[in-house]
């Protein structure tokens, strides 16, 4: 599973089919697009249609024997630092070609939900005429709801599961050896392409 970029349009966005009422995306609404550079760097495309990247500044920063403790949360190594930023300016992109940015909208009807896409052209980093609707499509939403309430649910049995006494003081600590073994498997040779399934078989 490739990544992706985040874009921001300030330029107006066409209507949504028949929607009663013209959509608002939130400011700084971050849309999703594969046609920048795939390495979840923030764009945005200002209200004159002109494309900026967000360029931020990182230092080395090393961690505190508390912070590594925490952090050593069952592999073999870890880093003794973090890279942590200390700047952040808009630069402005060059770049010419078409960009589509696209998102999933949860609740966009009582009982339904939306996929939306958009597309504009780009030229020497200057948007060439408006935005355009790609493809709008609405879905009932009571899957995904039913989905979502079982992942609910099976979380809150897990929490509960966790307060018992055989996890509190003897499940936690078989999870962490199991997980240093297959991490330590996996970091040696990556061979056992299936071995999470093992993995989770072993675990309380």
Request: hydrophobic letters at 30%; aromatic letters at 16%; charged letters at 35%.
């Amino acid at each position: 599973m490739g990544m992706f970029d985040y874009v921001e349009c300030e330029m107006e966005l066409p209507k949504l089919g028949d929607h009663p009422h013209s959509w608002e995306w939130k400011n700084e609404h971050q849309f999703q697009t594969k046609d920048l550079a795939n390495a979840l760097i923030e764009y945005r495309i200002d209200k004159e249609g002109v494309l900026y990247h967000k360029k931020i500044e990182y230092e080395k920063r090393y961690l505190t024997d508390e912070e590594q403790k925490d952090k050593d949360s069952g592999g073999f190594w870890h880093p003794m630092w973090n890279l942590e930023p200390v700047s952040e300016e808009w630069v402005k992109e060059d770049f010419t070609g078409y960009i589509n940015f696209y998102d999933f909208i949860h609740d966009f009807e009582e009982d339904e939900d939306a996929w939306v896409e958009y597309k504009v052209h780009i030229k020497d980093s200057v948007v060439q005429g408006q935005v355009e609707l790609v493809e709008f499509k609405k879905q009932c939403s009571k899957e995904r709801k039913k989905s979502s309430e079982k992942i609910k649910s099976a979380m809150k049995a897990r929490r509960e599961y966790q307060k018992k006494w055989r996890y509190r003081f003897f499940g936690q600590y078989w999870n962490s050896l199991i997980n240093r073994v297959f991490r330590g498997v996996r970091w040696v040779g990556n061979k056992l392409d299936n071995s999470w399934k093992l993995e989770e078989k072993l675990k309380f």
